[in-house]
């Protein structure tokens, strides 16, 4: 059983299994309201249309057949299976774990069409547990192409006219606090004796922000009030 929860409404619109119309939990959908209503007065629909998916990727187990595999998603969720074609394996083996990426799922397809993305080995259990919780609320493994070319347009070298605005502690013992294996390394301490005796501690957040040229962008918050254009000033 599925519900649509419509905001402004009171109670939610029952959607019963064969009405899903390839819709996953958590989407965005339109839904056709029926004439009757359930026994405790909900009303009756059937999804129409997905407007938006809450997620693109899936984590799960790949089945092996000859010519091509099945991906069994890892989900609480009732979630049908995907048919793999050989070509977009890449490289997944008989029921290894892996990511694998819905690329259709047309009315003429009976299953979702995926591609395996990233096989997720077993010796990391605390990486593979953060790309679960990751890939569940929606977010991809991966940045997109754009984004990484963005970066590197990035250059690593500080300016004088920047520096001068800052307090420079690079005589100063300074080390990073992060893992060998952290996607970002952006917290620091450091540590000196003071001439009274006293040490001094320093706590160091890397200023993020300073890469970042002020743009139009559109925000998409994760409630439900609608996206939000802001530019940023700062």
Request: glycine content about 6%; hydrophobic content about 40%; charged content about 30%.
């Amino acid at each position: 059983m599925g519900y649509v929860i419509v905001e402004g409404n009171d109670k939610d619109i029952i959607v019963r299994p064969n009405d899903f119309n390839r819709a996953f939990h958590g989407d965005i959908v339109r839904v056709q309201v029926n004439s009757g209503v359930s026994k405790d007065k909900r009303l009756e629909g059937k999804v129409v249309d997905v407007a938006e998916r809450k997620q693109t990727e899936f984590i799960g187990n790949i089945q092996m057949s000859k010519s091509f595999a099945f991906f069994i998603p890892a989900s609480e969720k009732p979630i049908p299976d995907f048919y793999i074609a050989a070509d977009k394996l890449n490289g997944a083996q008989d029921n290894e774990r892996v990511v694998v990426k819905l690329l259709s799922w047309d009315k003429a397809e009976k299953k979702p069409i995926g591609e395996v993305v990233s096989i997720l080995k077993s010796e990391d259990e605390n990486d593979m547990a953060m790309k679960e919780i990751l890939i569940e609320t929606g977010f991809p493994l991966a940045f997109d192409k754009e984004v990484l070319a963005e970066v590197k347009k990035l250059q690593p070298n500080i300016s004088r006219e920047e520096i001068s605005k800052r307090k420079d502690y690079r005589d100063i013992l300074t080390f990073t606090i992060d893992p060998v294996d952290a996607k970002d390394f952006d917290d620091a301490i450091s540590i000196r004796n003071l001439d009274n005796g006293n040490y001094e501690i320093g706590v160091h957040i890397a200023d993020v922000s300073h890469f970042v040229n002020p743009v139009r962008c559109w925000i998409k918050l994760l409630t439900k009030e609608p996206p939000v254009c802001i530019c940023p000033t700062g």
